[in-house]
């Protein structure tokens, strides 16, 4: 995963009458994280969404290691994670069960490493419960394993430390400095700072 | 391939196993949506005897028709719940997403479906029919002709419930959609019951049957994933 790089250029994206993305343009390189920022409604979300071709653009492209990723949409597919406002975790389902489905549909992965994400994560204790019992801070400590679990360069975060305390907020920190300096690369929405040393940090306003 | 991968790709076969698998736990853990339109099946058949005559030579000529209009409804009832709490909570999005071809996790969402309301409908069809005068002898009869025509109206079901997922109130759209094209479906299946329950030789429309679902099982899979897609936006 080392040198990869995701660019954008002039992204063009209408919601019914409202022009949310408006030419976009960024450029992201393995170790670094950039932050999207700006008001509410500005279109973080919608922005992570159509860089990872949930949302249909009108305008522009998105090039993955210097591909135009339309290409091949579902190898980009399989080197990104994307995680929205809610973890996708099935509420009758426990933590580990969950992980399990969705690491595997990837790779082939082991209880063991699954386990161990979860401890790096903090969801040791309360893996083995139904997602439906735990609180919104403990399923997102969840996902958190399943991010580390799908072992990609391109993490794509969207608030990723809603309902998480401080120690959880920590935590999101090293996990992402850890990825960096593995030569991974991230963007996140954010609305506080995520206390990633500036030297790699990029940010973009949206409001702006 | 664009990026160099960690580890290599689950194969889209294994992938579409571990779907199945995750819905046919999730169904017992949870089972109100596997009872349901079993329960709609039963209690529809069971009140045509009080309604109609008891007397068995009327309700041996309408079984079929009432085993398959009431096995239809029940199964369209169940279509409904296919995609929309996969909608709901995220998990299509990380489908569109997961790097895996999203007809192959569909063609497992529906085929775990059908494992979970054709295979149950195909069970209680013979039981049901025994209550409205049909002999035991036309039982496996039964059973696969309804095995066959829940098989085929679960692909088509799953092209309704797809294009519906934006839709507030899918339900009754999804009738609408899919009733027209689960006509043939309903012929071929009664005439075959029909000719089961007579004793006679049922394979012509068993086979046209099966053709329906060699046709269904290779487009609506396609067509499903689609209108998935469309409704990630």
Same mark, same amino acid.
């Given at each position: 995963m080392i040198?990869?790089? /995701? ?15 408006? *030419? ?6 393995g170790g670094e ?7 509410n409604?500005?279109?973080?979300t919608t922005?992570l969404r159509?860089?990872c071709g949930?949302?249909? #653009?009108e305008?522009g492209?998105?090039f993955?290691n210097?591909? =135009?990723?339309?290409?091949d949409l ?13 973890? %996708?975790?099935?509420p009758d389902l426990? *933590?580990?069960?969950? !992980?399990g ?5 990837r790779r082939?992965?082991?209880r063991a490493?699954?386990n ?14 139904p997602v439906r019992t ?6 997102r400590?969840?996902?958190?394993a399943?991010?580390?679990?799908a072992?990609?360069p391109?993490?794509? @975060? =969207?608030e990723p430390t809603?309902n #998480? ?5 920590e935590?999101v920190?090293m996990?992402?400095?850890a990825? #960096?300096d593995a030569g ?8 506080h700072?995520?206390g990633i040393?500036?030297?790699? #940090?990029?940010e @973009?306003?949206?409001?702006a | 391939?664009?990026?160099t991968l960690?580890?290599?790709?689950t194969?889209?076969l294994?992938?579409?196993?571990l779907?199945i ?12 949506? /596997?009872?349901q339109?079993l ?7 069971a @009140?045509?005897p009080?309604?109609?005559s ?9 079984a079929?028709?009432?085993l398959?209009?009431?096995?239809l !409804?029940?199964?369209l009832?169940?279509?409904d719940?296919?995609?929309?709490d =996969?909608?709901q =909570?995220?998990?299509l ?5 997961? *790097?895996?071809s999203l ?8 085929g775990?479906h059908?494992?979970l309301?054709?295979? %149950?409908l195909s069970?209680?069809a013979?039981?049901m ?5 049909? %002999? ?12 066959l025509?829940?098989?085929?109206l679960s692909?088509?079901?799953s092209?309704?419930?797809a ?6 109130r899918?339900g ?5 959609l899919i009733?027209?094209?689960a006509?043939?479906i ?7 019951t029909e000719?089961?329950?007579r ?5 012509a429309p068993m086979e ?13 899979p ?11 936006e």
């Open positions: 040198g990869s790089v /995701l660019r954008a250029e002039n992204l063009h994206l209408w919601r019914t009458e409202r022009h949310v993305l408006k *030419g976009v343009d960024l450029r992201v390189c994280l950039l932050q999207l920022t700006g008001v409604g500005a279109g973080k922005l159509a860089l949930l949302n249909h #653009l305008e492209r998105v993955w210097e591909h =135009d990723v339309c290409e579902e190898g980009f597919h399989a080197s990104l994670v994307y995680l929205g406002h809610e973890p %996708p975790l099935k426990s *933590g580990i069960e969950n !992980l489905f969705w690491t595997g549909m082939r992965i082991s490493a699954i161990d994400a979860l401890i790096r994560t903090g969801g040791g204790e309360f893996a083995t419960r735990l609180s919104a801070g403990q399923k400590r969840v996902a958190l399943g991010l580390l679990l072992a990609v391109l993490w794509l @975060l =969207d809603t #998480l305390d401080s120690s959880g907020q935590l920190a996990l992402l400095e990825h #960096l991974g690369l991230a963007i996140a929405a954010v609305h700072g995520l040393a500036a030297s790699r #940090l990029r @973009l306003n949206l409001s | 391939m664009i990026a960690p580890t290599e790709m194969p889209p294994r992938a579409a196993r779907v698998a995750r819905d046919l736990m999730l169904a017992f853990r949870r089972p109100d949506q /596997l009872v339109p329960a709609f099946f039963v209690m529809v058949t @009140l045509f009080l309604s109609i008891p007397e068995r030579a009327t309700l041996r000529a309408v079929p028709g009432v398959w209009v009431a096995a !409804l029940a199964a009832l169940a279509l719940f296919l995609f929309r =996969d909608a =909570d995220g998990t999005e990380q489908f569109a997403l997961s *790097g895996q007809t192959w996790l569909l063609l497992g969402k529906t775990a059908w494992l309301t054709g295979v %149950p069970v209680m013979p039981l029919g025994y209550t409205l005068g049909v %002999p035991v002898s036309a039982s496996v009869g039964i059973m696969l002709t309804v095995a025509g829940s098989l085929a692909f088509i079901g092209i309704g419930a294009l519906t997922l934006g839709a507030r899918g009754v759209l999804l009738s609408i009733l027209p094209l006509v043939p309903l012929i071929f299946g009664s005439r075959a000719l089961a329950i004793g006679e030789a049922y394979l046209l049957l099966g053709a329906i679902v060699v046709l269904s099982f290779t487009l609506a396609l067509a499903a994933a689609a209108a998935v897609r469309i409704s990630l």
